[in-house]
């Protein structure tokens, strides 16, 4: 099912930054840990990023680490991703996901039960 909406996508030389959200627009986003994966043409979808509720809690991909950054704000429902450095490599769809439990912020997807449709990232070198 679909309960979240992404956004910020789009295209970027290698070098730029792009920051995307993600809203939960009917869903407590309090009651909420967050996360973002994606998926390159060819391959499975792979974790990025997750954040707990309080968002003091974050965990990151190897691939992403000291590039990207993941970060919410509760009185807007709102989850951002902040992506430095980009490289080709990150080109994907972007996908945020959410889960109900409170708790530690989950790194596989079998952790989250809401997602969203994705956001297009593509980097050129």
């Known amino acids: 099912q679909v309960d979240l909406v992404e956004s910020g996508g789009g295209l970027v030389q290698a070098g730029g930054s792009l920051r995307l959200s993600c809203v939960a627009p009917e869903l407590s986003f309090n009651i909420y840990a967050m996360g973002w994966f994606r998926q390159a043409p060819g391959k499975e979808r792979e974790f990025v990023a997750s954040i707990n509720w309080s968002g003091r809690d974050t965990y990151y991909a190897d691939s992403v680490k000291d590039r990207f950054t993941i970060s919410r704000d509760n009185a807007k429902s709102t989850v951002y991703l902040q992506m430095n450095s980009l490289e080709p490599e990150d080109t994907a769809v972007y996908y945020c996901?959410?889960?109900?439990?409170?708790?530690?912020?989950?790194?596989?997807?079998?952790?989250?039960?809401?997602w969203g449709m994705g956001t297009q990232v593509t980097v050129s070198s």
């Open positions: 996901a959410g889960t109900p439990k409170k708790g530690t912020a989950p790194v596989e997807e079998f952790g989250f039960n809401y």
